[in-house]
Each structure stands twice: as structure tokens, then as C-alpha cells.
């Protein structure tokens, strides 16, 4: 059995204060500091290090080692937060859309819902820069006004999720809105981990809050967006990657510099 997780050491990861009760006012405070400190990233998947979903694992990766991790990852973690402040998430699966087709995409996203009253949330601390630093309400209403880049809609047995991309809306994922459990997520991270079908076997994907905005990485490819402005970039090698990374993610993952990514052949 997965050790309980120490909530303690999570929230002050997250630097997270607030109160704990079962609230919205709680569940969006957690959620904002969440993704506001834990990057997003996949580089053990290109080291081949497996990527472990039970709550030691998760403690000793994201808490401890202050490193970040992909979907699966943070929203695990943050189920394991949840229940331990006393919510009672439930985890889903989507079809990501950004890159490819409904019928060519698998179930490779995690996230939550979380109900509190009558009304049910989504809550998606994984999923890159499309990441919602808020709650969305799963009735098809946006997020606060202060930020309506995320919505929810309902079409037959789907719901979609529509972000925000160029100032364009766009459909980010699809789902079900099915539960998933524990045995489901393994059998998921296992297949994204490790099948050489899968987006993050060859693929840099890493995405960081920031002070002024957020740092995008894509291969070779970064994005640093300052108060809103997006300043194009291209790493010229993987010592670049790991100064960078060290910047702006909070590690330093020395690793990175003798990493192989088949998918990028300018880094092999």
C-alpha cells in the first residue's frame, strides 16, 4: 500500500498557506499554487527512468527534489493532496486534440474533477501551457471573468475542452468524463513512458511559470512570454537546455546535458 502523503511538506513546495477547508476558495488556492511552482516536464521519460505514480515516488520527485513531471504526475500528486485536505477527486482521461486527430490520439491525459456542493470542477495542474490556474465549472461555463481562457462544452457523450491559443479558441482535449482508476493511470503512464508512438519518447516538452510569464520549451524550440509577449528562441545545444532549465524551472538536472532525443536529430 502507497504511504499517505505528507501534506505538510506539499504545501510548502507549493507555498501554499491558505486555509484548508473543503471550499472553493481551497481547491482553487491550492490549484493556482500548484501549477505556479511545479513545472511541467518530461525529461526522465528521455533518460529512461520510469516514472513512478505511487506517493513515495511522487514525494521523493516532486516535493523533495523540487523537480516537475508531466500529467500523470501532477495529477496524481494532486489527487493525493486532495484527499488528504478531504475533497473527494475523481480522476479522468482525455484524447489531447493540440496535435492530432480524435481517432489518432489515445487516452494520454490525466486530470480531476472535484464536486463541492452542487457544482462539479475540473482541475488540470498537468497539462503544459494550456494549464488553468482555476477551477472550470463542468456545466459549460468559463472560468473567472479575470481569465476566460478555458471553457467546458458538452456535445452528445463528449465534453471538450477549448483553450485558448493565439488568441484563437481551440480544442484542447476530449473526454468522457468516464473514472478512471489507479490501474487505469499505470497502464496509461506506461504506454506514454515508454512506447515509441508516444509524443514524450522523442519529444522535449517542458513548460514553467515564471514572475513575468511563462518559459515554453519544444525541442530546440523556447518561448519566453514577458507580461504577455512571447519572445521567440532556439537553444543551441543541451548545455543551453540545462542552463535554462536551471533558470527558470527551479532544478539543475545535469543529466540533461548528454540526454538522446531520437526525435531531435541536430541532439542525438
Known amino acids: 500500500m502507497s504511504q499517505p502523503l505528507n501534506i505538510d511538506a506539499y504545501l510548502s513546495r507549493i507555498n501554499y498557506s491558505g486555509p484548508l477547508t473543503t471550499t472553493?476558495?481551497?481547491?482553487?488556492?491550492?490549484?493556482?499554487?500548484?501549477?505556479?511552482?511545479?513545472p511541467f516536464e518530461g525529461f526522465d521519460v528521455l533518460?529512461?527512468?520510469p516514472i513512478?505514480?505511487?506517493t513515495e515516488g511522487l514525494q521523493a520527485k516532486l516535493v523533495t527534489a523540487r523537480r516537475g513531471?508531466?500529467?500523470?504526475?501532477?495529477?496524481?500528486l494532486m489527487h493525493a493532496a486532495l484527499q488528504a485536505i478531504g475533497f473527494a477527486p475523481v480522476r479522468h482521461a482525455s484524447r489531447v486534440l493540440l496535435f492530432d486527430p480524435r481517432h489518432e490520439s489515445v487516452r494520454q491525459h490525466m486530470f480531476l474533477t472535484v464536486t463541492i456542493g452542487d457544482e462539479t470542477y475540473v482541475i488540470d495542474p498537468g497539462f503544459g501551457p494550456f494549464a488553468c490556474p482555476h477551477p472550470i465549472p463542468l456545466n459549460g461555463g468559463a472560468v473567472p471573468a479575470s481569465a476566460p481562457t478555458h471553457r467546458l462544452v458538452h456535445e452528445g457523450n463528449d465534453?471538450?475542452?477549448y483553450v485558448t491559443q493565439d488568441g484563437q479558441q481551440i480544442r484542447g482535449w476530449v473526454s468522457?468524463?468516464?473514472e478512471e482508476y489507479p490501474v487505469d493511470v499505470e497502464m496509461m503512464n506506461h504506454y506514454i513512458a515508454t512506447h515509441p508512438a508516444s509524443f514524450f519518447t522523442h519529444n522535449i516538452l517542458a513548460s514553467a511559470v515564471t514572475e513575468e510569464g511563462r518559459v515554453n520549451i519544444m525541442n530546440q524550440g523556447v518561448h519566453i512570454i514577458r507580461n504577455g509577449i512571447a519572445e521567440a528562441t532556439e537553444l543551441a545545444d543541451r548545455t543551453a537546455l540545462r542552463a535554462l532549465v536551471a533558470r527558470h524551472f527551479g532544478f539543475d538536472l545535469p543529466e540533461l546535458e548528454t540526454m538522446r532525443v531520437d526525435g531531435v536529430p541536430a541532439w542525438r
Open 176 to 178: 468522457t468524463m468516464e
Open 69 to 76: 513531471g508531466y500529467c500523470f504526475e501532477h495529477a496524481s
Open 47 to 49: 533518460l529512461g527512468r
Open 159 to 161: 465534453w471538450f475542452l
Open 52 to 54: 513512478r505514480l505511487d
Open 24 to 38: 472553493y476558495d481551497t481547491l482553487a488556492g491550492i490549484l493556482r499554487a500548484h501549477i505556479a511552482t511545479i
